[in-house]
């Protein structure tokens, strides 16, 4: 078995915190633009990094959407399991199942969101990226058949989404993720045929402009000045990267990349964790007032105590398999 990448796991476990912080609205408006700059983009770059085209994988097609398959909608199928059982639980509670219905065709539709409304509000957060990711490791492996042609075609057909996503909006984030193939096949040719240094002082720089821009958002399509921040997305991963290397020599190494390979488990407990507000009710019962960031660590932490319930039992449920 291969060695798992522990910088890698790392700049994943900073970026799936981010995104957490990301959905907090305590934070101050500057932090949230630092980090919306990259924490989406760095997981579709890092995937690209380590995508096959038709030519480079070892799988045939079937075997490659399967792979695909049960590593990301068998995660989204449980979050909205669990989240509509709650959803039931509370319309039986209130006797309104409005909740339950909207909740059930949120997940089962998956409008792409707009910005800044969306479609029927029938998106889903943040679970859409298990679904984009899903498309557009798709979408690569088979654009990658046309030869030649292939990282042109990823690269247009991902800004046209982009410019056109107002008037084509897609359900079960297909949307998404063809938008997402721009940032994979840049991780992909990273990984191909590298880039000297000085593209990546440009890049870095470019992540210093996109942040001065103001916020952008890949969730809503939304770019200030498409080349700028995408090459910006590129520039913040890598300084991501060498944060990453500098913690891997420190104490902190152990939580982030616990954090790095379990990051798609934390992306569905943080969902389900959003929609909790049976934790909003608990809080509002104690005798006093907390402040909003003890609030949110409360809920975060939730959050990564659910990924690691997830972990134990899935381990314990191996360790009997394979001695039953």
Same mark, same amino acid.
């Given at each position: 078995?291969?060695?798992?990448?522990?910088?890698? =796991?790392?700049?994943? /476990?900073?970026?799936?915190?981010?995104?957490?912080?990301?959905? &907090?609205?305590?934070?101050?408006?500057?932090?949230?633009?630092?980090?919306?700059?990259?924490?989406?983009?760095?997981?579709?770059?890092?995937? /690209?990094?380590?995508?096959?085209?038709?030519?480079?994988?070892?799988?045939?097609?079937?075997?490659?959407?399967?792979?695909?398959?049960?590593? #990301?909608?068998?995660?989204?199928?449980?979050?909205?399991?669990?989240?509509?059982?709650?959803? #039931?639980?509370?319309?039986?509670?209130?006797?309104?199942?409005?909740?339950?219905?909207?909740?059930?065709?949120?997940? #089962?539709?998956?409008?792409?969101?707009?910005?800044?409304?969306?479609?029927? =509000?029938?998106?889903?957060?943040?679970?859409?990226?298990?679904?984009?990711?899903?498309?557009?490791?798709?979408?690569?492996?088979?654009?990658?058949? &046309?030869?030649?042609?292939?990282?042109?075609?990823?690269? !247009?057909?991902?800004?046209?989404?982009?410019?056109?996503?107002?008037?084509?909006?897609?359900?079960?984030?297909?949307?998404?993720?063809?938008?997402?193939? #721009?940032?994979?096949?840049?991780?992909? &040719?990273?990984?191909?045929?590298?880039?000297? !240094?000085?593209?990546?002082?440009?890049?870095?720089?470019?992540?210093?402009?996109?942040?001065?821009?103001?916020?952008?958002?890949?969730?809503?399509?939304?770019?200030?000045?498409?080349?700028?921040?995408?090459?910006?997305?590129?520039?913040?991963?890598? $300084?991501?990267?060498?944060?990453?290397?500098? *913690?891997?020599? &420190?104490?902190?190494?152990?939580?982030?990349?616990?954090?790095?390979?379990?990051?798609?488990?934390?992306?569905?407990?943080?969902?389900?964790?959003?929609?909790?507000?049976?934790?909003?009710? *608990?809080?509002?019962?104690?005798?006093?007032?907390?402040?909003? !960031? $003890?609030?949110?660590?409360?809920?975060?932490?939730?959050?990564?105590?659910?990924?690691?319930?997830?972990?134990?039992?899935?381990?314990?449920?191996?360790?009997?398999?394979?001695?039953?």
């Amino acid at each position: 078995m291969a060695q798992r990448n522990v910088e890698i =796991d790392i700049m994943k /476990g900073i970026a799936i915190l981010c995104v957490m912080v990301g959905h &907090t609205y305590w934070r101050p408006d500057w932090f949230a633009t630092i980090i919306y700059s990259f924490h989406i983009p760095i997981f579709f770059l890092i995937s /690209g990094y380590f995508a096959k085209t038709r030519e480079e994988s070892t799988l045939s097609g079937g075997g490659g959407i399967r792979k695909n398959a049960k590593q #990301l909608l068998i995660p989204y199928a449980i979050a909205g399991v669990v989240s509509c059982g709650y959803a #039931l639980i509370r319309s039986v509670h209130i006797g309104d199942f409005a909740i339950f219905t909207h909740e059930l065709a949120r997940y #089962l539709l998956a409008w792409d969101k707009t910005w800044p409304d969306t479609i029927c =509000d029938l998106w889903v957060a943040p679970v859409w990226f298990l679904l984009a990711l899903f498309w557009a490791r798709l979408f690569f492996y088979y654009l990658s058949y &046309t030869g030649k042609w292939f990282v042109p075609l990823c690269v !247009v057909f991902a800004v046209t989404m982009t410019i056109l996503h107002p008037y084509l909006p897609t359900p079960f984030c297909i949307g998404r993720g063809i938008e997402a193939l #721009l940032f994979m096949v840049i991780g992909w &040719t990273y990984r191909k045929y590298g880039f000297p !240094v000085w593209s990546k002082a440009i890049a870095i720089g470019c992540w210093l402009v996109s942040m001065y821009l103001g916020t952008i958002d890949v969730c809503a399509f939304q770019y200030n000045c498409l080349p700028v921040d995408v090459v910006g997305a590129c520039g913040g991963t890598l $300084v991501i990267f060498y944060i990453s290397k500098g *913690m891997a020599q &420190t104490f902190l190494k152990p939580f982030f990349s616990w954090c790095g390979r379990n990051s798609l488990i934390i992306l569905c407990t943080h969902s389900i964790e959003m929609g909790m507000t049976i934790i909003h009710v *608990m809080v509002n019962l104690l005798p006093f007032k907390i402040h909003e !960031v $003890v609030y949110f660590g409360i809920k975060h932490g939730v959050a990564l105590l659910g990924t690691w319930g997830y972990e134990v039992t899935k381990r314990k449920i191996r360790k009997y398999m394979r001695f039953k």
